[in-house]
């Protein structure tokens, strides 16, 4: 079993940053295919970032230039380092990974979650 676990939300002042991490646990030999999403109250859930597996990233307009998605492959952790926040990232954020384990197989796996509540 390979699951996805978050850390590093919390409350933080407009103009604050935050780093969200996204680590892979269990027989993980490699993850790939990485991205965060998030889901506001009363929202549907919304892509923010990705990184693929040659490098290229693509951002959602709205974090262009404050958000930035990276990866460790050596720790099999996935990052989202976000700048400049704004009472409107305010929102539950997820990551997401193709997680492949050390017997060949792989999952489609999200994180549990991690709330960001931006706030003076």
């Known amino acids: 079993q390979v699951q996805l676990v978050e850390s590093g939300g919390g409350l933080v002042q407009p103009g604050g940053s935050l780093r969200l991490s996204c680590a892979a646990s269990?027989?993980?030999?490699?993850?790939?295919?990485v991205a965060w999403y998030r889901q506001a109250p009363g929202k549907e859930r919304e892509l923010v970032a990705r990184?693929?597996?040659?490098?290229?990233?693509y951002y959602a307009d709205f974090v262009k230039g404050r958000f930035s998605i990276s990866r460790d492959n050596a720790k099999n952790t996935e990052y989202l380092q976000m700048n400049s926040l704004k009472p409107e990232d305010t929102a539950v954020y997820y990551c997401?990974?193709?997680?492949?384990?050390?017997?060949?197989?792989?999952?489609?796996?999200w994180g549990q979650g991690t709330l960001v509540t931006v706030s003076s």
């Open positions: 997401r990974a193709v997680v492949f384990t050390t017997t060949g197989s792989s999952f489609d796996t």
């Open positions: 269990g027989s993980v030999s490699r993850i790939n295919g």
């Open positions: 990184l693929t597996s040659v490098g290229t990233t």
